[in-house]
T-cell receptor, first 111, second 117 residues
């Protein structure tokens, strides 16, 4: 079964502090993993995908297959980073196309 | 930047009524999806659509739901007889190709908030 777990429903940090949003997954094959961000009352936007190993808006995420994790990190949080963050998995087995989302973490960056 | 467009942004309907949620995917995209998010809960997959047919659906997508691509641009989700528990934000998404799905995920619309009273 495919499952994505984001253990923190809420995360609050001060501006300039490091932030880590946790994501663990359960999948028997090799998954594709993504982070989506949803700013207040806006659409879900793709933030990061593990296949590209890129840094967007200062965020990075490394896939750790041993720990089945894909934590999202940023060394210095900014107030504009306040949003809902969703970790999502796409399983390649059986040609499935669906994204399985975690419950999301609401990040608040305080001034 | 191309966008997925959803209308209406908010719809209120009475229980038992039929609703049609509309989506205009990005023009060169071939794969289309509906997801929903009940307030306070996770985003859940409903259905995927490719080559004018459903390619995958979840257990949520029962006989009350149907999807259609009536013309070259619109992609609709119909709920035949709405229930209170259908109240949710419904997101449409599209993707360019099979490879793009894995590499880039999807492009989501801004959602339609459906309220069943």
């Amino acid at each position: 079964a495919q499952r994505v777990t984001q253990p923190e429903k809420l995360l609050s940090v001060f501006k300039g502090a490091p932030v880590e949003l946790k994501c663990n997954y359960s999948y028997s094959g090799s998954p594709e993993l993504f982070w989506y961000v949803q700013y207040s009352r806006q659409r879900l936007q793709l933030l990061l995908r593990h296949i590209s190993r890129e840094s967007i808006k200062g965020f990075t995420a490394d896939l750790n297959k041993g720990e089945t994790s894909f934590h999202l990190k940023k060394p210095f949080a900014q107030e504009e980073d306040s949003a809902m963050y969703y970790c999502a998995l796409m399983g390649a087995q059986g040609g499935s196309e669906k994204l399985v989302f975690g419950k999301g973490t609401k990040l608040t960056v305080n001034p | 930047e191309p966008e997925v467009t959803q209308t209406p942004s908010h719809q209120v309907t009475q229980m038992g009524q039929e609703v049609i949620l509309r989506c205009v995917p990005i023009s060169n995209h071939l794969y289309f999806y509906w997801y929903r998010q009940i307030l306070g809960q996770k985003v859940e997959f409903l259905v995927s659509f490719y080559n004018n047919e459903i390619s995958e659906k979840s257990e949520i997508f029962d006989d009350q739901f149907s999807v259609e691509r009536p013309d070259g641009s619109n992609f609709t989700l119909k709920i035949r007889s709405t229930k209170l528990e259908d109240s949710a934000m419904y997101f449409c998404a599209s993707s360019e190709s099979g490879t793009a799905k894995a590499n880039y995920g999807y492009t989501f619309g801004s959602g339609t908030r459906l309220t069943v009273v």
